[in-house]
């Protein structure tokens, strides 16, 4: 039976583009994508189209890209299975290269994800024609597939070192790339508008003049880059890559976080790790004690804390009690728009010692 024809949308936060794209199954697989918005600092509009055989070895793929200058790309497989150019002339570089990957969209993951058709936990290494938009280059670039289950694939970037782990549709077609893509108006819109409407009346645009002259986290607001050290009861140091992102909440009179370690791009299904963190914290100004009350909540270990947060010589120091009446004390230290240094401690001597747990370097991403 022949698959149904496909329109898809991609929304993009890291680029800030949108892109339309219609799959139609025929003898072949054609492929007509639309991308348009601001990618890597240009202004863009950019088509492409593609021709694929049913096993899902492309054929052909044209790009046609317009901004500050404008090109086409025209490669094609010839009789002998060779990449050629709109010339004719046969590009040798490229004969291992059977898939493709064109930057700024991810269909082209879709490819080696149909093609291999990997089973649960098995890998693959591949070599693909990068075209590296937005510029003219194009040259093969190894990477790695392995199929995950539960529809996750995590793609590596062997040059680079980038990994990601890729949500897909039954048919293969990206839903979720990590903090770069995602999908609208698909099979699952009306739950993408439920978030929507949810972070909408969650998320404020400013803080709110009630806790003015007393906003001790405005500079956290935005995302960060974070290096997680952890100091683990048998002396072993487990280090981990986290994002943390910060934001006004509830008109403005409380700050939310979201701290999440291993990042997105690096967690599987059924991650197991000491200290795994996918957690929020609120804070909100305590008139009566001039202190921010401070609630940390994380259902992956089922923590729940509640500490008071003050300034202190350009620090500010977070301080509470554990379920075992431990003084917990968290500081950001080193304190730029850029950059951060965080400890958590613990004291089992009602603070006369304090044991380090836990550090995190942190980098403003944006």
Same mark, same amino acid.
């Given at each position: ?25 025929? +003898? ?21 189209? /593609? ?23 025209? #490669?094609?497989?010839?009789? *002998?299975?060779? %990449? ?6 046969? /590009? ?23 093609? /291999? ?35 996750? =694939?995590?793609?590596? !970037? ?16 990206? #839903? ?28 404020? +645009?400013?803080?709110? +003049? ?19 050290? *952890? ?38 299904? !059924? ?14 100004? *305590? ?10 909540? !994380? ?42 240094? %965080? ?6 001597? !009602? ?14 991403? =944006?």
């Amino acid at each position: 039976m022949q698959a149904q024809d496909k329109i898809i949308v991609w929304k993009s936060t890291y680029v800030n583009t949108t892109e339309f794209t219609t799959i139609i199954f025929k +003898d072949s697989i054609e492929v007509k994508g639309h991308i348009t918005g601001q990618g890597l600092g240009k202004l863009l509009n950019v088509n492409y189209q /593609l021709d694929i055989n049913k096993k899902w070895e492309i054929k052909s793929v044209n790009i046609n890209f317009q901004s500050d200058s404008t090109f086409n790309i025209s #490669l094609t497989k010839n009789k *002998d299975n060779h %990449w050629v150019n709109e010339k004719g002339k046969i /590009l040798e570089q490229l004969d291992n290269c059977i898939d493709i990957d064109i930057a700024l969209t991810p269909f082209t993951n879709t490819l080696p994800i149909n093609r /291999l058709g990997l089973a649960v936990g098995e890998s693959k290494e591949i070599e693909v024609v990068y075209f590296e938009l937005p510029t003219q280059n194009f040259s093969p670039a190894k990477q790695r597939y392995t199929n995950l289950g539960n529809g996750v =694939y995590k793609y590596e !970037n062997l040059a680079s070192g980038f990994t990601a782990n890729l949500k897909v549709d039954s048919q293969g077609f990206v #839903l979720d790339y990590p903090g770069i893509w995602h999908r609208v108006f698909s099979e699952h819109e009306a739950t993408a508008r439920q978030k929507e409407g949810f972070a909408s009346s969650l998320i404020s +645009d400013n803080a709110s +003049d009630e806790i003015a002259g007393n906003n001790i986290y405005d500079w956290l607001i935005g995302s960060w880059n974070v290096e997680a050290v *952890d100091y683990l009861e048998n002396n072993e140091i487990l280090k981990s890559q986290g994002e943390w992102h910060f934001a006004y909440v509830l008109e403005g009179r409380a700050v939310q976080d979201v701290w999440i370690a291993p990042k997105r791009s690096l967690r599987t299904p !059924n991650l197991k790790q000491p200290r795994i963190r996918y957690g929020s914290s609120i804070r909100y100004f *305590d008139a009566k004690s001039k202190k921010w009350s401070v609630y940390w909540f !994380n259902p992956v270990s089922s923590t729940v804390s509640k500490l008071y947060g003050w300034k202190d010589k350009g620090n500010i120091v977070q301080e509470g009690t554990d379920e075992d009446g431990n003084i917990m004390r968290w500081t950001f230290q080193n304190i730029t728009n850029k950059s951060f240094h %965080w400890k958590g401690e613990i004291s089992t001597d !009602n603070g006369e010692t304090f044991t380090l747990q836990a550090e995190f370097f942190g980098t403003r991403k =944006y």
